[in-house]
């Protein structure tokens, strides 16, 4: 993608808080390659699992996401 596209769409920012919440070191090294994608089919997975989280959030409120102290 290109980088004024990035730039508009501050997908500078949204990355750093997405991770804010990386829970281990190889998790934030994932994070620091997150690039948006442009496949249609790869962006439906995306939202289907985004959805998956949401419930699991919501059936499992005390679920940990942050590592221990």
């Given at each position: 993608?290109?980088?004024?596209?990035?730039?508009?769409?501050?997908?500078?920012?949204?990355?750093?808080?997405?991770?804010?919440?990386?829970?281990?070191?190889?998790g934030g090294?994932?994070?620091?390659?997150?690039?948006?994608?442009?496949?249609?089919?790869?962006?439906?997975?995306g939202l289907?699992?985004?959805?998956?989280?949401?419930?699991?959030?919501?059936?499992?409120?005390?679920?940990?996401?942050?590592?221990?102290?």
């Amino acid at each position: 993608m290109h980088a004024a596209t990035l730039r508009a769409l501050e997908f500078d920012q949204i990355a750093a808080v997405v991770r804010s919440y990386a829970v281990t070191p190889l998790g934030g090294r994932r994070l620091d390659h997150l690039e948006p994608s442009t496949e249609p089919a790869r962006v439906a997975e995306g939202l289907d699992l985004t959805g998956e989280a949401l419930l699991l959030l919501q059936d499992h409120q005390g679920l940990p996401l942050r590592a221990g102290a």
